[in-house]
């Protein structure tokens, strides 16, 4: 059963930093790509990095140059270092991967999400 357990959120002040992370389980985890996505009250649910098995790495135009997406294989864990957050990156952050499965088809699976909420 695949599990992933997010920590870290909070109340930060606009230009804080903070590290969010990403338990998982139940999935060989050095093999799996792993996103991290946000969502705010009224707005559709968004990527803002992922990271492949590999290392490779992709963020959201909004993020670039101020977060940091990494994981640990021997943890199994991925985190997301924030910094410079700004008011428009309050939401709820969740963590994501995907499972290819025999139809061909993805399955989605995700935690249950940590709150970030930044504000003087």
């Known amino acids: 059963q695949v599990q992933l357990v997010e920590s870290g959120g909070g109340l930060v002040q606009p230009g804080g930093s903070l590290r969010l992370s990403c338990a998982a389980s139940?999935?060989?985890?050095?093999?799996?790509?792993m996103g991290w996505y946000r969502q705010a009250p009224g707005k559709q649910r968004e990527l803002v990095a992922s990271?492949?098995?590999?290392?490779?790495?992709n963020y959201a135009d909004s993020v670039k140059g101020r977060f940091t997406i990494s994981r640990d294989n021997a943890k199994n864990t991925v985190y997301l270092q924030m910094n410079s957050l700004k008011t428009e990156d309050t939401a709820g952050y969740l963590c994501?991967?995907?499972?290819?499965?025999?139809?061909?088809?993805?399955?989605?699976?995700w935690g249950q999400g940590t709150q970030v909420t930044v504000s003087s």
């Open positions: 994501n991967t995907k499972r290819l499965l025999s139809s061909g088809l993805f399955r989605n699976y």
């Open positions: 139940g999935i060989t985890f050095s093999i799996y790509s």
């Open positions: 990271i492949t098995g590999g290392g490779i790495t």
